[in-house]
T-cell receptor, first 112, second 114 residues
């Protein structure tokens, strides 16, 4: 069974600070996605990374896929209160599997 | 601009009752999924479908059934509800499948079994 471990589980910071959250596994994934979920809503896709070592930037968010395609990180620069939410990583297995495996998430709170 | 629509949003069931959670998407996506989300546990895949007439089990299929008679609809049936099925259920659809991400989620259905 493929597992994704996310850390930290909870993170509370002040507006303007930088932060990094991690998504790690002992398994290789063909792709990895990051989602953000707000209370009472479904997750919303932020990014998909496919190539080992890939770095993608989305405004203040930087996503990196590990060289071995087993881990990923999300870095937020100058966090804003609107970044508050649950950040979930999800990995797709090899062989074109349809079964996305989700991590338990990092709950981020950005205080004004 | 509906996307993925789930009904009902909230439901309370008694132990042993049955019900169907409805899911409809208007994006003509072939791939559809049902997940459950328990507090602090992330999302677990219950069932998925790669097209009309085709369904397959996910990680936690026991106690559930699905059907996919049309591209648009993917209902989830709970038979003989148990307290362990208390959860928030999310339906999702995708144009190209899980490997490419791009899952579009509904707003969820919160189910409580007492």
């Amino acid at each position: 069974t493929q597992l994704l471990e996310q850390s930290p589980q909870f993170l509370s910071i002040q507006e303007g600070e930088n932060l990094t959250v991690y998504c790690n596994s002992s398994s290789v994934f063909s792709s990895l996605q990051w989602y953000r979920q707000e209370p009472g809503e479904g997750p919303v896709l932020l990014v998909t990374v496919v190539t080992g070592g890939e770095v993608k930037k989305l405004k203040r968010l930087t996503f990196q896929f590990g060289d071995a395609r087993k881990d990923s990180s999300l870095h937020i620069t100058a966090a804003q209160t609107g970044d508050t939410g649950l950040y979930l990583c999800a990995g797709a297995g090899g062989g074109g599997s349809e079964k996305l495996v989700f991590g338990k998430g990092t709950k981020l709170t950005v205080n004004p | 601009n509906a996307g993925v629509t789930q009904t009902p949003k909230f439901r309370i069931l008694k132990i042993g009752q049955s019900m169907t959670l409805q899911c409809t998407q208007d994006m003509n996506h072939n791939y559809m999924y049902w997940y459950r989300q328990d507090p602090g546990m992330g999302l677990k895949l219950i069932y998925y479908s790669v097209g009309a007439g085709i369904t397959d089990k996910g990680e936690v299929p026991n106690g559930y059934n699905v059907s996919r008679s049309t591209t648009e609809d993917f209902p989830l049936r709970l038979e003989l509800a148990a307290p362990s099925q208390t959860s928030v259920y999310f339906c999702a659809s995708s144009p190209r499948g899980g490997r490419y991400g791009e899952l579009f989620f509904g707003e969820g259905s919160r189910l409580t079994v007492l």
